[in-house]
């Protein structure tokens, strides 16, 4: 299996530059239209009920990343390093705005949900960066010690600079665009989300074309590293929740909360020579794009799962 995912290693993306510029606006262009959906009382209203939101929040900026660590430990002899930070990089990434969607269906609760994606999303400039500096770090140490590999330099002042300019700036844009134009919000936030995910999903399939079999010829193993891996996290959202004695519909939203990553965040982030430059790792980051790449179409298929199980469920508590 190991020698298999080695065969990612030559699996290379370049834009060039007028290719990244675009890239980067339509990144800038999706986090405008989640922004959109953020409402500032979400923040007030944290502070009336704050056990679940601090929980939550815990679980998905701690003990994610720590699980997501111990499970890439775990597989260590069979998955490579790439693959192994591909995972720590998505632990990292603020929850995906799906996840709101999904957690009705499954009959949790919403404001919690939605309370829960706002902060991660507003303050990924900040925790994304710091986070994959300490666990890419201490991975990135723990398999050079093992399976002497070249020590990786894990990037945090080129990730945070990025960060805050990619997502900081539409992030602040929408917010205030929200608050002083509701109107027009309403008429163009469904709109523009669904042009922002098509584009994305264009940019996806154009930039993995030309290593179409590569990924073919590795899918299962990915598929089956992603699966655990978002089972984990998924679990780490109900156990964690129940562990804190919370109501059953909370820990519903937990469940989805922790288990839907923006992914597409850490896909764009890697598309970014300045945050991932081609010298400094080796030119072969292939493992971590196609993790990634495939915890983004997973995580709809298992959230979609478990919300149709959770609806066969009433909560009785």
């Known amino acids: 299996m190991r020698e298999q995912l080695e065969s990612l290693s030559s699996l290379t993306i370049n834009f060039g530059q007028g290719g990244m510029m675009i890239v980067n606006i339509i990144l800038a262009f999706v986090m405008f239209g989640v922004a ?28 994610l990343p720590a ?11 069979f998955i490579t390093p790439m693959v192994a930070l591909g995972m720590i990089l998505v632990a990292c990434c603020p929850g995906g705005n799906i996840s709101n969607f999904i957690s009705s ?43 002497d590999i070249p020590v990786l330099v894990i990037p945090f002042w080129p990730m945070l600079e990025q960060i805050l300019l990619l997502l900081g ?49 590795n899918i299962f193993y990915i598929f089956f590293i992603v699966l655990l891996h978002n089972a ?27 288990g839907i990553q923006n992914s597409g965040l850490g896909l764009i982030l890697l598309f970014n020579p300045a945050i991932f430059p081609p010298e400094i790792w080796h030119g072969h980051y292939g493992g971590m794009l196609i993790v990634t790449a495939w915890w983004g179409i997973w995580h709809i298929v298992s959230g979609l799962t478990v919300a149709y199980f959770f609806r066969r469920k009433p909560i009785t508590e």
């Open 36 to 63: 959109l959906g953020i409402k500032t009382e979400t923040f007030r209203d944290v502070f009336k009920k704050p056990k679940s939101v601090i929980v939550g929040i815990l679980l998905q900026w701690v003990a």
């Open 67 to 77: 699980v997501t660590f111990a499970v890439a430990l775990v597989l260590n002899p």
């Open 232 to 258: 984990c996290a998924l679990a780490t959202g109900y156990f964690g929740g129940r562990l804190s004695k919370l109501p059953l519909k909370d820990c519903r939203s937990l469940t989805i909360e922790v």
């Open 169 to 217: 700036v539409p992030i602040v844009l929408g917010l205030v665009f929200a608050k002083y134009f509701p109107n027009a919000t309403k008429r163009i936030t469904k709109p523009a989300q669904v042009v922002s995910i098509l584009l994305f999903i264009g940019m996806v399939i154009a930039s993995f074309s030309q290593n179409f079999q590569i990924i073919v010829d």
């Open 105 to 147: 269906l499954s009959k949790g609760n919403v404001e919690l949900s939605v309370s829960m994606t706002a902060i991660s999303t507003a303050f990924a400039p900040i925790i994304t960066p710091l986070n994959f500096f300490v666990w890419g770090n201490l991975y990135s140490h723990f398999a050079t010690v093992h399976n």
